[in-house]
């Protein structure tokens, strides 16, 4: 695990007020800081146990969290913990402009987490737009087998996000009966049948590219939706477990005639065989 793909799956656990999963990128050593208050936790178990308190804050009081992958561009003091170039997290609240505090954390040679700090440090920053890191990046892959809704949803968000994800793992989850859904505005829906299908049209559908970040938003039942720009993506399990439905939604109405409501594909939807062309 690179530090990026690190930053973006803390990205996803605060964003969905969820840190499962969480076990699985830290070392046994992981310690939590921050710049405030000093150490908070000392090692793996302390740091998880802070990450649950702070999502389930999130979840009680309903707060929408946006973060934002970017990198120090100056530095303001002379002891600050970080220096030009360094990749972090803005963590904004009610999907504001000004965030709150910046997440860091350094990934050791074993590629797990061995240390998060939270900052409130000075520094100027932009934003990384991650389809164009470059080639070093190595490419997304399941830290474990998914099992959650979160898990497909995390994984679907770095996906639009980075563009570089390791296809042929993402499909050894994909179950025979998976199915996707996909709908363009007011245009006739365009169904993949069968895993097989996914395998072979998924990634065209997942390749658009718009001028946005995506994102992680809870609805009012705490299901998890990706929004990107004007599409939206929600997943479900079947009753064993696996992944039964990825629905994708673009809104293409224009700017002033949206609303604040997230449009998705409901799994009853007349299903189409797609045809390659009609991807496009």
């Known amino acids: ?66 973060c934002k992958v970017m990198h120090i561009t100056d530095v303001y003091e002379e002891d600050a913990l970080f220096h030009e170039g360094r990749h972090g997290l803005t963590v904004s609240y009610e999907s504001g402009d000004n965030y709150v505090y910046m997440i860091f954390v350094d990934v050791n040679d074993e590629g797990l987490v ?62 025979e009966d998976t199915r996707v859904v996909f709908q363009k505005g007011d245009s006739e829906s365009i169904t993949l049948e069968s895993g097989l299908d996914v395998e072979d049209y998924f990634d065209q559908l997942m390749n658009q590219h718009f001028d946005a970040v995506p994102h992680i938003i809870r609805d009012e039942e705490d299901g998890l939706i990706v929004t990107y720009g004007p599409m939206s993506l929600i997943a479900s399990l079947n009753e064993e477990g696996a992944l039964a439905l990825i629905s994708i939604y673009i809104d293409t109405r224009d700017e002033d005639e949206a609303t604040d409501e997230v449009g998705y594909i409901e799994e009853d939807l007349t299903k189409e065989t797609i045809i390659e062309e009609d991807l496009y």
């Open 1 to 66: 695990m690179t530090e990026i793909q690190a930053l973006l799956l803390i990205k996803a656990i605060l964003e969905a007020a969820d840190i499962h999963g969480i076990e699985s990128i830290l070392a046994e050593d992981c310690e939590y800081m921050s710049t405030g208050r000093g150490t908070i936790g000392r090692n793996r178990n302390e740091s998880i146990e802070f990450l649950s308190s702070m999502t389930e804050s999130i979840k009680a009081d309903n707060v929408p969290v946006t």
């Open 114 to 175: 061995d240390r998060i700090v939270s900052s409130q440090e000075n520094y100027s920053i932009e934003y990384d737009d991650l389809r164009f890191f470059g080639d070093d990046e190595s490419e997304y892959v399941f830290i474990s087998a998914p099992t959650t809704v979160k898990d497909w949803i995390t994984a679907l968000s770095i996906w639009l996000e980075t563009g570089n994800v390791a296809v042929d793992d993402f499909y050894q989850y994909i179950d």
